[in-house]
């Protein structure tokens, strides 16, 4: 298996300021994907089957929510974390979906830097808690949550940071 060289940083944890926000996105739901995902991961029959959607309280077949979390993740890992300094996350605090996500569907993502601080016991690694809007191409919010993510600081900055430490 062929690895694939990593890309450039681009992004650092100095790039992700408080009150800061990122509008990126454009993924189409397709129905053959919603349909893989359920047999996969999360195969309730609302997912899967067509009459089964149609007698539930979406009235169709919709996407699991953990499809549309694995989707705003791929939105995510394309606009920004495949380009930066990113150290992953230690977790999500709050996850909420609020609308059905269906076949047809264009999702885009609002992100917003709410707290940005380096971490006490690495200086050479900053925290960011954001919050992220998954909204339809309506403008409807189909998903939000926040959590944080750890991204190496960059190289001078960190360098500065422990020598004042």
Known sequence: MNATPPRPIR?????FPVGSVREFGGFVVTREAVIAFARDFDPQPFHLDDEAAAASLFGRL?????????????????????DAASLGSPGIDEL???KPVYPGDTLHVRMEVLEARPMNSRPDVGLVRCRWETLN???ELVLTMQGWGMFRRRPADAAGAAAAA
């Open 62 to 82: 919709a996407a699991s929510g953990w499809h549309t979390c694995a989707l705003t993740m791929r939105m995510m890992c394309d606009a920004y974390l495949l």
């Open 11 to 15: 992004y650092w944890w100095e790039d």
């Open 96 to 98: 909420r979906w609020l």
């Open 137 to 139: 191409q309506t403008g």
